[in-house]
């Protein structure tokens, strides 16, 4: 089994998402930890995430995937830049510390002209600053579709961050099936391949989330555009694959398809009908 959700917006608090998921039928979820574009957080409130703790463990969720914002940029050539993604980046994961034990995603950054070693350089240097031998948080590096210049592109550059990263332990991988797509990795016809390249390169044991969407784009396109599940070139067939291989069993699954909430709660439903199927 896998444990399937979406992104919820905390607007509400947190033990608020934690029932809205419920009532979607899912069993985790994926939230960002401020604006997303902009860059400001919201105050957290111990007693409502306590809430949110408790709840998580009556309902028997999976773990959840937080989400750094889009604008933290570890790697710009802007030192400016690079100085507030690392403001951002110490401060989420104090907060994340008051959610034990689950996972904080991001995006690992664009290196703007200074090229890929030199941004595979300052993130770890970024990593190795706020990562800490007693945190309870686990960080993922996202799977990047490669537009721009995107640091994460292929599996070679994410193993490149973490062969840097002095805390080793405290380091993952999302795996976004549009991105990786995207970045010309062809899950829909050669799925087992894919897996054999990410194991050898990475290794499966730190795959530690999915973030699980279709594409508008053909394989290599390098354009990130998500899709709704079946209705872009991956294709429903190849998204229930995925979903059903032996290598992502009890991973959180995050949908961050173009979807309202009545579309969330339908994909929701029609990737835990493959369970029961089977």
Not at 36 to 50: A, C, I, M, Q, Y
Not at 181 to 210: H, M, P, S, T
Not at 263 to 278: H, L, P, R
Request: net charge negative; glycine share 10%; proline share 3%.
């Amino acid at each position: 089994m896998i444990y399937i959700g979406c992104h919820l917006s905390v607007t509400n608090g947190y033990e608020a998402m934690g029932h809205q998921m419920v009532d979607f039928g899912g069993s985790t979820f994926a939230y960002f930890t401020r604006n997303p574009r902009g860059g400001k957080s919201k105050e957290v409130k111990t007693e409502d995430v306590n809430a949110l703790n408790q709840l998580l463990s009556e309902k028997n969720f999976g773990t959840l995937v937080a989400h750094g914002s889009y604008t933290m940029n570890l790697c710009s050539a802007n030192p400016e830049t690079r100085a507030n993604g690392l403001d951002m980046l110490k401060k989420d994961l104090e907060k994340m510390e008051l959610l034990p034990g689950q996972n904080y995603n991001f995006h690992p950054g664009s290196h703007t002209g200074q090229g890929v070693d030199v941004g595979i350089e300052q993130i770890a240097e970024s990593l190795n600053s706020v990562l800490t031998p007693d945190m309870k948080t686990t960080v993922l590096l996202e799977t990047m579709a490669g537009k721009g210049s995107e640091v994460g592109k292929n599996f070679e550059e994410l193993r490149a961050i973490i062969d840097k990263v002095e805390l080793k332990d405290k380091l993952g991988v999302c795996f976004d099936t549009c991105h990786t797509w995207d970045a010309g990795y062809d899950i829909a016809g050669d799925l087992d391949g894919v897996i054999e390249q990410f194991d050898n390169i990475i290794g499966l044991d730190r795959l530690k989330a999915i973030h699980f969407n279709d594409s508008k784009n053909p394989c290599g396109a390098a354009k990130d555009r998500h899709e709704k599940l079946g209705e872009g070139f991956i294709g429903m067939e190849a998204m229930r694959r995925f979903a059903l291989h032996p290598a992502f069993q009890d991973l959180p699954f995050i949908l961050e398809t173009p979807n309202d909430d009545e579309g969330y709660i339908k994909e929701i439903a029609t990737v835990k009908s493959w369970f029961d199927n089977i």
